[in-house]
């Protein structure tokens, strides 16, 4: 097995444990491998030695918990992943995954004591072979006379991430998402750093639609590749409650001249649950207009039936937690049925999110979803290599036809 890392380090204050997850570590072709018992030592080296490529963290520990050391990780900016190991019930390791997800970090997934072999290698085995540009884990993030400027000065940059039919494995669309580009630095920043100071200082509704002409001008490499390629835009319950919202749009896109049936508008669930009527009305014009309308991160918030039935999303974005741990974690996999039964009496398509590995990929397949997205097909990149797209399986010859020879890195 080629596992892609050279140091891991264990922080596990179970002796046992620790050895048998060292030997196995070793014996499939991992160099360095390091033990640690306190959570604060391993703080401790990380912050003033060289990173590990992976830290393998116990959830029961003597001086802290996994919670409290994903905390006080952000400090260390650390970039590496991170994998969980725990004797208590899945979904404590669930809870403690999505923090770290929510934090930025590359999260594998977590093992089960007691520690067997086939655990490890799965757990190293999940480890996308391209992975995105890491950004460092840190609070820092932009004032909001910084988001002005920048928004203003074209400093607000899209990525793209293509949409693939499960069927044919045929690109149908992408999803566009935000990132900064740092003028001084050159650096790219994650939309964490951005995206809630622009919402807590009510600028975000002028981030979006900066975001958006910045997509729309765009188009004209869509439009080489597929006239028919659906283009993804996230936005905030907030813009979505300025009932011009749809006037405003509709002006950009005839100036533009895109049609809005080529854009879908997407909106996080969670937020959903604190939802004005304002919003419900925004939404039907939308939809009326010819917008296409999707519900993303589905299974993380607390959407009820009752709201779906009569909001006209047409598409269901299943969230990634759900998709990565479904592969092994029944529950996971029973809110996936549940969502693709819901989906399918709604007539809404499905979009499996966050798919990186062939077992995902045949899971999803399996259980019916209509559309994948995530690492195993291509990572977010910028309008000049979003076609250029290195696919692990044969694909046809529309998508092949648009290779080079940069492709994923």
Same mark, same amino acid.
């Given at each position: ?206 981030? %979006? =639609?900066?975001? !958006? +002409? ?8 869509? &439009?080489?590749?597929?006239? /028919?390629?659906? $283009? ?71 959407? %009820? =039936?009752?709201? !779906? +039935? ?8 299943? &969230?990634?937690?759900?998709? /990565?741990?479904? $592969? ?82």
């Amino acid at each position: 097995m080629n596992s892609n890392y050279e140091h891991v380090l264990i922080l596990e204050d179970d002796a046992v444990t620790a050895a048998h997850l060292s030997s196995t570590l070793s014996k499939h072709g991992i160099t360095t491998v390091t033990r640690f018992e306190s959570g604060f030592d391993v703080l401790h080296e990380v912050e003033h030695n060289k990173h590990p490529d992976l830290i393998l963290c116990d959830l029961r520990l003597s001086d802290m918990d996994g919670l409290q050391f994903v905390r006080f990780l952000t400090e260390t900016h650390y970039e590496g992943d991170i994998g969980f190991i725990s004797g208590n019930d899945s979904r404590v390791l669930d809870v403690v995954q999505q923090l770290a997800r929510s934090l930025g970090y590359s999260v594998l997934g977590g093992i089960t004591k007691p520690v067997t072999p086939n655990q490890v290698v799965r757990l190293l085995m999940a480890r996308p072979i391209n992975e995105p540009e890491q950004q460092p884990h840190s609070i820092y993030s932009l004032t909001a006379n910084q988001i002005i400027k920048g928004v203003r000065t074209g400093a607000l940059l899209p990525y793209y991430q293509p949409k693939v039919d499960i069927v044919d494995n045929r690109v149908i669309g992408f999803e566009s998402l935000a990132r900064w580009r740092d003028k001084k630095t050159d650096q790219i920043l994650s939309p964490a750093t951005f995206i809630p100071v622009a919402e807590r200082f009510g600028i975000i509704s002028e981030l %979006s =639609l900066t975001f !958006l +002409k910045a997509v729309l001008s765009d188009f004209k490499h869509f &439009d080489a590749f597929d006239e /028919q390629l659906t $283009v993804a835009v996230n936005f905030s319950i907030d813009s979505l409650s300025d009932r011009h919202l749809p006037d405003m749009l509709l002006d950009l896109l005839r100036e533009y001249n895109v049609s809005p049936f080529r854009i879908v508008i997407e909106v996080t669930e969670s937020r959903l649950a604190n939802e004005r009527i304002n919003v419900l009305e925004v939404l039907a014009r939308l939809h009326l207009a010819g917008f296409r309308l999707s519900i993303d991160d589905f299974g993380t918030g607390y959407s %009820s =039936l009752y709201r !779906l +039935k009569h909001t006209p999303f047409e598409e269901l974005k299943l &969230d990634r937690s759900f998709v /990565q741990d479904a $592969v092994r974690d029944n529950s996971a996999k029973a809110v996936i049925r549940s969502s693709m039964q819901l989906a399918k009496e709604l007539n809404m398509q499905v979009v499996a999110e966050g798919v990186e590995t062939e077992a995902e990929q045949q899971l999803v397949n399996e259980m019916g979803c209509d559309v994948m997205q995530g690492f195993r097909f291509a990572k977010p990149q910028p309008i000049e290599r979003a076609f250029n797209v290195e696919w692990p399986l044969h694909q046809v010859s529309q998508v092949e036809s648009h290779l080079t020879g940069d492709a994923r890195v």
